[in-house]
């Protein structure tokens, strides 16, 4: 079983930085992707960003060169870096994991406010 908690939202200005945390606990070598979703008031739920084994990164379009996603695997945590915020960017962030043993996972989510 592997569980996933975020942390790191917040409120900030347009410009400013966040940087979101998720912890993973359990069978955490089973792991083999991670990545942070997000969901803004009357859309779908959108793909940010992911860490696959290997070192591979993804990142959507409208978040390449501002955000960047990093695993600390001693830790077991993954981070979403996010530089430039802007106010489109406001939404649940959600922390994703796809493990061996326990599927596909989420956390609770965490809020992003960026102000104008």
């Known amino acids: 079983q592997v569980q996933l908690v975020e942390s790191g939202g917040g409120l900030v200005q347009a410009g400013g930085s966040l940087r979101l945390s998720c912890v993973a606990s359990g069978r955490t070598y089973s792991i083999y992707a991670m990545g942070w979703f997000r969901q803004a008031p009357g859309k779908e739920r959108e793909f940010v960003a992911a860490?696959?084994?290997?070192?591979?990164?993804y990142y959507a379009d409208s978040v390449k060169g501002r955000f960047t996603i990093s695993r600390d695997n001693v830790k077991n945590t993954v981070y979403l870096q996010m530089n430039s915020l802007k106010p489109e960017d406001t939404a649940v962030y959600y922390c994703?994991?796809?493990?061996?043993?326990?599927?596909?996972?989420w956390g609770q989510g965490t809020q992003v406010t960026v102000s104008s």
């Open positions: 860490s696959w084994s290997g070192g591979i990164t």
């Open positions: 994703n994991a796809n493990s061996t043993s326990s599927g596909s996972l």
